[in-house]
């Protein structure tokens, strides 16, 4: 159980491994209190649709399974967005459609297909918190460099009052370089790891 | 057979499960919203003591503002209009003469660190400052919408627009400027009816 | 002819201004994967662009009247994203038929628009943009049409320009690190930085 749980974590992190889930990672990383925001909702939606479509599992025929999937994980999505508005609206006025494109996020059904629909209950949960987790850690940290580069700031509070912040970190292009230079290092660090192995 | 038996429970179960959700929810959202909007009625209107409902029955729905003694201060609505990026929607206060007294953006979607600086509040303290227990002083309001205060439908064009900008400003100021004069046509047109 | 001015501005911006790929960050997913090639980054751009459009006028119809008449526009998630999903089937219908050797070409990428992060987007975007409190825009039909078509479109010209690139990078030493996908998003990053050019 613990395995299934670190998986997500580190081993298979969806980020920065398997690489999932990428489009609101580098649209919503602009401020650390996005990208949890975004988070905690991808690890609501992917616990609850892993808990369900494991739970039903055996009743599913194969054919439209992944309609049945689809509308199970549309169905989690449209609640998340209904209490993010109704809760913690400015959460919702920042993320903004991204909320929605939760459902197409391929972490979520991806998990499903590979693992929720083959497993029991118990494991299908763990593996959903492990790689919520596991997005949740590679969110923040890539909204942490591009908000402090960005914005000079954290989770919206200033380091300094005269830091001109570097503006591309905070469009398109700085997601893009960002996670570009971790995903190398990250691998820099694999390479040094196999290499160490050998020896 | 049993394929569609399957897929239709699970569509019919997901919609009941959301309109549970719906129902919980939209009531909460609902008030929100009109709080928000209350809000940014005062945020236009900075004098008005009290405001009225919104009144309806117009092309342009409004809010009317008054003093303590209930004399009409000025008058709210709301104007959109395309911005560079996204649809931008403004709270507009003007006074009986059409001097805008106050105007709050209600949603934007412009380029973060270029066009959403039409909402950009000057930082009144840093993180070091929070963690070392100092007070920070509330911060203001956006420099960007404090400027349109005092201003009619003409010296309104004297704004600083954004360096790098231009086109949200000119958007903002665009919407401020039609709507005030679509406005005032409504409130003129109405007033020879009524006498 | 004021509609036909604002058709034009609609059909640039979506492609140059606003591009999914380089400014909105969506679509990534199926992006990486399909670039490395230019001739399955043309067979996906072509397919891309015909589910966006048949999308946009499907959604479009079913919000405007199915949705907002009977006051359950909170489902629009889970209904956007069937439509899609059918959408995407008949695709692969129609091409297994018509062009077998595009669509082994294109394997697993070809439900994987389903999930393109792009397409619901562009329906969603529909969606807020040309409707309003009141119900539609005037002209929203066409204009989340000719939406729907430039975004296919801007999507086509990100693939081409990325394959282009990722195919002569073949023939260059690039540090082992960054090879395949950090080099493919640093460049996307490059290529994003470029397309602020039309800020």
Redesign the interface.
Same mark, same amino acid.
């Given at each position: 159980m613990k395995k299934t749980f670190t998986n997500g974590i580190i081993r298979e992190n969806p980020i920065f491994v398997i690489m999932l889930g990428l489009c609101p990672t580098l649209a919503v990383s602009t401020s650390l209190f996005n990208a949890v925001g975004m988070a905690a909702a991808v690890i609501f939606v992917l616990v609850f649709s892993n808990l369900v479509i494991s739970l039903m599992r055996k009743f599913i025929p194969d054919k439209v399974r992944i309609p049945c999937f689809i509308v199970i994980i549309a169905t989690f999505v449209t609640i998340t967005e209904l209490f993010m508005h109704a809760f913690v609206p400015q959460l919702f006025e920042s993320l903004g459609m991204f909320v929605s494109l939760i459902v197409v996020n391929c972490i979520i059904l991806g998990r499903a297909e590979v693992f929720a629909s083959k497993n029991k209950v118990s494991l299908a949960v763990m593996d959903g918190l492990g790689m919520g987790l596991g997005f949740t850690l590679g969110i923040a940290v890539i909204a942490l460099i591009r908000e402090i580069l960005g914005s000079g700031s954290i989770w919206g509070f200033k380091l300094s009052l005269t830091y001109k912040p570097l503006l591309i970190a905070i469009l398109p292009a700085g997601a893009f370089l960002t996670i570009g230079f971790l995903i190398g290092l990250i691998n820099i660090q694999k390479a040094r790891m196999q290499r160490a192995g050998r020896k | 057979m *049993?394929?569609i038996v399957?897929?239709a429970s699970?569509?019919i179960a !997901?919609?009941l499960?959301?309109g549970v959700?719906?129902s919980l929810? $939209?009531g *909460?959202?609902q008030l929100?919203e009109q709080q !928000?909007e209350k809000a940014a009625v005062l945020c236009a209107l900075p004098v008005a003591e009290k405001i009225s409902a919104q009144i309806t029955d117009k092309p342009i729905p409004y809010y009317e503002g008054y003093d303590a003694s209930g004399g009409v201060v000025g008058y709210a609505f709301t104007g959109?209009g395309k911005g560079y $990026? &996204?649809?931008i929607k403004i709270m507009i206060g003007v006074d009986e003469d059409m001097t805008i007294q106050g105007i709050k953006i209600l $949603?934007q979607?412009e380029?973060?660190?270029?066009g959403d600086k039409v909402d950009e509040v000057k &930082?009144t303290?840093?993180?070091?400052d929070?963690l070392r227990g100092k007070k920070i002083p509330p911060a203001g309001r956006p420099w960007f919408q404090e400027q349109f205060a005092g201003k009619n439908t003409e010296t309104v064009n004297e704004i600083t627009f954004i360096t790098g900008a231009t086109i949200t400003s000119k958007a903002v100021l665009d919407i401020v400027k039609s709507t005030i004069e679509e406005f005032r046509d409504q409130l003129t047109g109405r007033e020879p009816a009524t006498g | 002819m004021a509609l036909s001015r604002e058709l034009i501005t609609i059909f640039l911006a979506v492609i140059f201004v606003n591009n999914f790929v380089f400014m909105r960050s969506l679509g990534l997913c199926p992006y990486l994967g399909v670039s490395r090639h230019s001739s399955s980054a043309v067979g996906m751009g072509l397919a891309v662009i015909f589910v966006m459009t048949l999308s946009s006028v499907a959604t479009w119809m079913v919000y405007r009247h199915v949705l907002i008449p009977l006051h359950i526009e909170y489902l629009y998630i889970i209904v956007f994203i069937l439509i899609i999903a059918t959408l995407v089937q008949l695709v692969e219908m129609v091409m297994e038929k018509t062009s077998p050797g595009l669509y082994r070409a294109l394997g697993i990428y070809l439900p994987l628009i389903t999930t393109n992060c792009a397409v619901l987007g562009i329906a969603v975007l529909n969606m807020n943009t040309f409707f309003n409190a009141q119900g539609p825009v005037p002209g929203s039909f066409i204009k989340c049409l000719v939406n729907g078509i430039g975004c296919g479109v801007g999507f086509f010209v990100a693939l081409l320009l990325m394959s282009g690139i990722r195919e002569r990078l073949e023939f260059c030493e690039v540090p082992e690190s960054l090879k395949d996908i950090p080099i493919a998003f640093i460049i996307a990053g490059l290529i994003a930085i470029a397309f602020m050019g039309f800020l």
């Amino acid at each position: 159980m613990k395995k299934t749980f670190t998986n997500g974590i580190i081993r298979e992190n969806p980020i920065f491994v398997i690489m999932l889930g990428l489009c609101p990672t580098l649209a919503v990383s602009t401020s650390l209190f996005n990208a949890v925001g975004m988070a905690a909702a991808v690890i609501f939606v992917l616990v609850f649709s892993n808990l369900v479509i494991s739970l039903m599992r055996k009743f599913i025929p194969d054919k439209v399974r992944i309609p049945c999937f689809i509308v199970i994980i549309a169905t989690f999505v449209t609640i998340t967005e209904l209490f993010m508005h109704a809760f913690v609206p400015q959460l919702f006025e920042s993320l903004g459609m991204f909320v929605s494109l939760i459902v197409v996020n391929c972490i979520i059904l991806g998990r499903a297909e590979v693992f929720a629909s083959k497993n029991k209950v118990s494991l299908a949960v763990m593996d959903g918190l492990g790689m919520g987790l596991g997005f949740t850690l590679g969110i923040a940290v890539i909204a942490l460099i591009r908000e402090i580069l960005g914005s000079g700031s954290i989770w919206g509070f200033k380091l300094s009052l005269t830091y001109k912040p570097l503006l591309i970190a905070i469009l398109p292009a700085g997601a893009f370089l960002t996670i570009g230079f971790l995903i190398g290092l990250i691998n820099i660090q694999k390479a040094r790891m196999q290499r160490a192995g050998r020896k | 057979m *049993r394929l569609i038996v399957v897929l239709a429970s699970v569509c019919i179960a !997901a919609a009941l499960l959301l309109g549970v959700t719906y129902s919980l929810t $939209s009531g *909460r959202i609902q008030l929100q919203e009109q709080q !928000a909007e209350k809000a940014a009625v005062l945020c236009a209107l900075p004098v008005a003591e009290k405001i009225s409902a919104q009144i309806t029955d117009k092309p342009i729905p409004y809010y009317e503002g008054y003093d303590a003694s209930g004399g009409v201060v000025g008058y709210a609505f709301t104007g959109s209009g395309k911005g560079y $990026s &996204s649809t931008i929607k403004i709270m507009i206060g003007v006074d009986e003469d059409m001097t805008i007294q106050g105007i709050k953006i209600l $949603s934007q979607q412009e380029t973060p660190g270029l066009g959403d600086k039409v909402d950009e509040v000057k &930082s009144t303290g840093t993180l070091w400052d929070l963690l070392r227990g100092k007070k920070i002083p509330p911060a203001g309001r956006p420099w960007f919408q404090e400027q349109f205060a005092g201003k009619n439908t003409e010296t309104v064009n004297e704004i600083t627009f954004i360096t790098g900008a231009t086109i949200t400003s000119k958007a903002v100021l665009d919407i401020v400027k039609s709507t005030i004069e679509e406005f005032r046509d409504q409130l003129t047109g109405r007033e020879p009816a009524t006498g | 002819m004021a509609l036909s001015r604002e058709l034009i501005t609609i059909f640039l911006a979506v492609i140059f201004v606003n591009n999914f790929v380089f400014m909105r960050s969506l679509g990534l997913c199926p992006y990486l994967g399909v670039s490395r090639h230019s001739s399955s980054a043309v067979g996906m751009g072509l397919a891309v662009i015909f589910v966006m459009t048949l999308s946009s006028v499907a959604t479009w119809m079913v919000y405007r009247h199915v949705l907002i008449p009977l006051h359950i526009e909170y489902l629009y998630i889970i209904v956007f994203i069937l439509i899609i999903a059918t959408l995407v089937q008949l695709v692969e219908m129609v091409m297994e038929k018509t062009s077998p050797g595009l669509y082994r070409a294109l394997g697993i990428y070809l439900p994987l628009i389903t999930t393109n992060c792009a397409v619901l987007g562009i329906a969603v975007l529909n969606m807020n943009t040309f409707f309003n409190a009141q119900g539609p825009v005037p002209g929203s039909f066409i204009k989340c049409l000719v939406n729907g078509i430039g975004c296919g479109v801007g999507f086509f010209v990100a693939l081409l320009l990325m394959s282009g690139i990722r195919e002569r990078l073949e023939f260059c030493e690039v540090p082992e690190s960054l090879k395949d996908i950090p080099i493919a998003f640093i460049i996307a990053g490059l290529i994003a930085i470029a397309f602020m050019g039309f800020l």
